[in-house]
């Protein structure tokens, strides 16, 4: 079952094009990344989807309803964690989601909800005294209150520290679990590729690409790199003929070999047909990080420093 599905969805604002033509689809129970560089369209779409935007063209489905002309029911279906989001020093975390789970018919029990993110023994604590992964905790809860099937969730792990960041991705996880549908956009690369069944690359206001994490690396072609060393001669044309291969270096002794495909196979099927033993043989892993910039054609944004919202 389809739970979002975006066709051709377009925004201007004046001159600026933010949304040009985007498509894609989310099934249900997936959890979907959107990851893409500043600027790229990434809050527009999600804000379209959450039908805090009217685009100026195109469609949004959001479980078969259109998120403007069907907005109440929407709003009982479909939980927002925006970017930036914060709460009155003073509220307790129990009387926060005693609130927001005002504003729905059918909300979710606060007590289960409480205990699954962790925040059963912080129920009478004021937000000012929560740690930043106990806000994020209570961002969660607070998408999640009025017991939606779409959960939309932007940049929740910005400023956290490490520890917090793998914390609330088991946490993300453990949602996804219940039968929510997640859409997930960030700009960690570790965290879309870690979470995401399926991720959507926007560029300039348009969808890049849209694979599995592994399918985009794949797609990429981005650079691989094989290092070894050997203790007997090598001729560096053994390696440097090979189809695959893009670049041979050696530094006394180490080799490193750049290129792509079935790079691997071929060095070593080459070196075995030189009756070379390579030693301490290592592969750099293609990750995400190389299908973002070959996507994009830029790097992907920086993490911010964890100690602004460390916890």
Do not use: C
Request: glycine share 10%; aromatic share 4%; charged share 30%.
């Amino acid at each position: 079952m389809t739970a979002l599905d975006v066709r051709n969805l377009h925004k201007r604002y004046g001159r600026h094009i933010a949304v040009d033509d985007v498509s894609f689809t989310v099934e249900e129970g997936e959890i979907f990344g959107i990851i893409g560089p500043n600027g790229a369209g990434k809050t527009t779409t999600v804000e379209s989807i959450a039908g805090l935007r009217t685009p100026d063209s195109g469609s949004v489905s959001v479980l078969g309803l259109d998120p403007v002309e069907d907005r109440a029911e929407v709003r009982e279906r479909l939980g927002v964690q925006l970017q930036e989001s914060s709460l009155p020093d003073a509220i307790k975390v129990a009387e926060a989601l005693e609130l927001y789970g005002s504003f729905y018919r059918n909300p979710a029990d606060r007590r289960e909800l409480m205990e699954l993110l962790g925040l059963a023994e912080k129920r009478d604590t004021r937000y000012k005294a929560l740690s930043g992964g106990q806000k994020q905790r209570l961002s969660i809860a607070l998408a999640l209150v009025g017991g939606p099937k779409v959960a939309i969730l932007d940049e929740l792990t910005t400023g956290l520290d490490p520890q917090a960041r793998r914390d609330t991705w088991s946490l993300i996880e453990r949602v996804r679990d219940t039968g929510v549908t997640v859409l997930l956009v960030t700009h960690f690369m570790d965290e879309a590729e870690r979470l995401s069944d399926r991720i959507a690359v926007i560029d300039g206001g348009r969808v890049a690409a849209v694979d599995t994490p592994e399918g985009l690396i794949a797609r990429s072609s981005a650079v691989q790199r094989v290092r070894f060393r050997v203790s007997q001669p090598l001729d560096r044309n053994v390696l440097a003929g090979l189809p695959d291969v893009t670049g041979v270096e050696n530094t006394e002794g180490r080799w490193l070999v750049t290129g792509r495909g079935q790079l691997l196979s071929g060095v070593a099927g080459a070196l075995a047909r030189a009756r070379v033993v390579a030693e301490d043989l290592r592969v750099d892993r293609r990750d995400l990080d190389d299908a973002f910039v070959a996507f994009t054609g830029r790097a992907p944004k920086s993490p911010e420093p964890p100690e602004r919202r460390a916890g």
